[in-house]
């Protein structure tokens, strides 16, 4: 198979999962409205009824669809700047969109006090993970305005992180983008990369081995064990007189 006739899989694939998503969308939009406007789950007509349960259905079944479809769009395009995000995109995308496909299905059934209590719960669980959500949203940000991609080197000005150094970006996902620095490797929350000034360099040459930044592997201990039983029998032994001779 040619890359010719793969790329037109591919792109083939792509625009089926944005026509599918699309429409499932838009078919999951039109039951809602339905639902709100001609359905009611405490009319004492069989018909409001009927609608409200066939509408939230609608939303349900066909919100999931989509959510499957441009989840998949989304990592595509997450994979095509950085490999680690795609999946982190992917889910929070599916996540999110299965969550609006059963608050809606829910506010068609009229369950009023069901949202509350989620929004309260929602609200809570905001509150608690206010910085690592941030740092997703932050993640979303960089993968989308791409202000640099993994191989690039960078000069970083941060006050958060000690000023101004040249970096080498290793890797990005929704919580961290991985530096490699003079120092070693360098993890840094994507909040704070968002808010720092970013410049890409000139690259003077090729990207340097991990091995050039990590510390020097330690030898086996049968090796240092036996090292350090050399260098005490060694330095047991009196001055002058040579290691294994027979004493006088």
Do not use: C
Not at 103 to 111: H, I, P, T
Not at 140 to 158: E, H, Q, S, T
Not at 162 to 181: C, K, M, N, P
Not at 225 to 234: E, P, V
Request: hydrophobic share 50%; aromatic share 4%; net charge positive.
């Amino acid at each position: 198979m040619t890359s010719r006739t793969q790329l037109e899989i591919l792109s083939g694939g792509r625009l089926r999962n944005w026509v599918i998503g699309v429409g499932a969308g838009l078919v999951a939009l039109a039951g809602l409205v339905v639902g709100q406007e001609y359905g009611n789950t405490s009319s004492k007509d069989l018909h409001p009824r009927l609608v409200a349960w066939l509408s939230a259905a609608a939303v349900i079944v066909f919100g999931a669809i989509a959510t499957g479809r441009l989840s998949r769009i989304a990592a595509h395009q997450a994979s095509r700047r950085s490999m680690s995000a795609a999946g982190g995109v992917r889910l929070t995308v599916a996540v999110t969109g299965y969550l609006v496909a059963v608050v809606a299905s829910l506010g068609v059934l009229n369950y009023t006090h069901l949202l509350v209590g989620a929004g309260v719960a929602g609200i809570v669980i905001g509150i608690a993970a206010q910085q690592s959500l941030g740092n997703v949203f932050a993640g979303l940000v960089l993968l989308l305005a791409r202000p640099f991609a993994v191989g690039d080197r960078i000069r970083v000005r941060a006050g958060a992180l000690g000023g101004i150094f040249d970096a080498w970006v290793r890797e990005t996902s929704l919580s961290y983008v991985t530096l490699q620095t003079d120092d070693g490797m360098m993890r840094v929350p994507n909040s704070v990369m968002l808010a720092a000034g970013v410049v890409q360099l000139p690259q003077t040459g090729p990207v340097p081995p991990l091995a050039a930044v990590l510390p020097p592997a330690a030898p086996p201990a049968d090796q240092s064990s036996a090292a350090q039983a050399a260098s005490g029998t060694s330095q047991a032994e009196p001055p002058g007189v040579e290691p294994g001779s027979p004493p006088a």
